[in-house]
């Protein structure tokens, strides 16, 4: 027995050192794609650092997609073995094949794309990423929202990292290298803002609720609010205080408050909406409703309010 498990772990051992082997191949290679590549071009060490960073990344793609399908695969076949569902939603193809119909004077969103450039490439891909799951979210709704992708300057980088998706074009999205102020009229345009002081009760149908999509770890706090003041065009925020009582900041993703507007269109209540797509580190809680009695002479009114 003994013998045996000591076999397998130097054929483990053996496979771990060609599988290193052969990713210090893949970056020697790498390194030497890049120098060729750029060989005209003077590249400062951080430059070429980033370029090689995003090659490997591309050249390793394939492989982790490859990786995680067997383990998708892996677990489809012990969940039939121990008789467990297979799927809790629609298949992709189902998805693919699937007509998105938006109900006529249903609110829209837009997701301002204008701010590649204050940007730090790490938080486009960030951005990016942020807008497959709205894109998700949306497709795998009862109740889709009209989406719009705005403000992609051509060449740009939010265009780059978004063309790393395959079929993107595709997808029930109007993109435009147009920004949102020449799409729409300014009348129906609310600009979601965490800074704002105007809250969002309901939303209001044969409107646009544009947001953000700016990923900067509040290096640019206020950046929309004045933009929206500048435009001179309606501000809100969504009521998170107003529901919850929170321990952090309330700035949200862009998946996340589009997440709360598809959820909120489709009828569900503001406070477990919130509750739900809040992740747990925000410590999120739901605020208490205070009722407060007031004896009148012919009927006893019951009124409640938030803290």
């Given amino acids: 027995m003994m013998e045996n498990v000591t076999a397998v772990s130097a054929e483990a051992s053996v496979q771990d050192t060609v599988r290193s082997e052969n990713a210090t191949h893949e970056e020697v290679k790498i390194e030497k794609d890049v120098e060729q590549e750029h060989s005209d071009e003077p590249l400062s060490k951080r430059k070429?650092?980033?370029l090689l960073k995003m090659e490997k990344w591309e050249a390793r793609k394939k492989e982790k997609r490859r990786v995680e399908k067997a383990k998708r695969k892996a677990k489809r076949i012990e969940a039939v073995k121990l008789g467990l569902p297979v799927r809790t939603g629609p298949s992709r193809k189902e998805l693919k094949r699937r007509e998105i119909i938006y109900e006529a004077g249903s609110p829209e969103?837009?997701?301002d794309l204008s701010f590649d450039t204050i940007m730090i490439d790490k938080d486009v891909a960030k951005c990016v990423k942020q807008l497959l799951r709205v894109y998700t979210a949306n497709r795998r709704s009862e109740k889709p929202l009209p989406l719009h992708f705005t403000g992609i300057r051509p060449d740009g980088a939010v265009e780059k990292h978004l063309l790393r998706n395959d079929g993107c074009m595709q997808w029930p999205v109007r993109f435009s290298s147009e920004h949102f102020m020449k799409l729409f009229d300014p009348k129906q345009l609310i600009y979601l803002t965490s800074e704002s002081d105007n809250v969002i009760e309901t939303l209001e149908r044969n409107?646009?609720?544009?947001?953000g999509g700016l990923v900067d770890h509040n290096q640019h706090k206020g950046y929309c609010l004045r933009l929206a003041e500048e435009f001179g065009i309606r501000h809100a925020r969504l009521p998170l205080g107003e529901h919850l009582?929170?321990?952090?900041?309330?700035?949200?993703t862009i998946?996340?408050?589009?997440?709360?507007l598809l959820n909120i269109n489709t009828g569900k209540d503001w406070q477990q909406t919130l509750l739900d797509v809040?992740?747990?580190?925000?410590?999120?809680?739901?605020?208490?409703k205070k009722t407060e009695i007031c004896d009148l002479p012919q009927n006893d009114v019951k009124i409640e309010s938030m803290d």
């Avoid at 409107?207 to 947001?211: A, P, R, S």
Wanted: aromatic share 6%.
């Fill in 48 to 50: 070429r650092k980033q």
């Fill in 109 to 111: 969103v837009v997701v």
């Fill in 207 to 211: 409107h646009v609720y544009v947001i």
């Fill in 245 to 252: 009582v929170l321990k952090t900041r309330t700035v949200l």
């Fill in 255 to 260: 998946n996340q408050v589009f997440e709360i």
């Fill in 278 to 288: 809040m992740p747990a580190r925000k410590g999120a809680t739901a605020k208490e």
